[in-house]
């Protein structure tokens, strides 16, 4: 099974971004993760599509996001959940 991790730059702290994609990738049945990161927010997913289906809150803006394909095994995530902060 494939997995992307995406960054996501912009007004992302804050807003319920987090909480938003964790909702998302549930709705989905997804497996990954979402954490906030100094830059941004890091989301780990198996879904390269993902970012198209998910809806901001409102006062969230993304003004860059990058993603790459990850090596992981599927067995590592067995749900998707927020994680720790990467601070």
Known sequence: MKFYKIIIYGRVHGVGFRFTVLNKAKEL???GTVR??????EIIVNDTQFMEKLS??????????????????????KD????????
């Open 29 to 31: 049945s997804l497996l």
């Open 36 to 41: 906030n990161t100094h830059d941004g927010v």
């Open 56 to 77: 901001l809150p409102f006062s969230a803006h993304i003004d860059n996001q990058t993603i790459e394909e990850i090596d992981v095994e599927k067995s590592q995530y």
């Open 80 to 87: 998707f959940q927020i994680i720790d902060s990467a601070y």
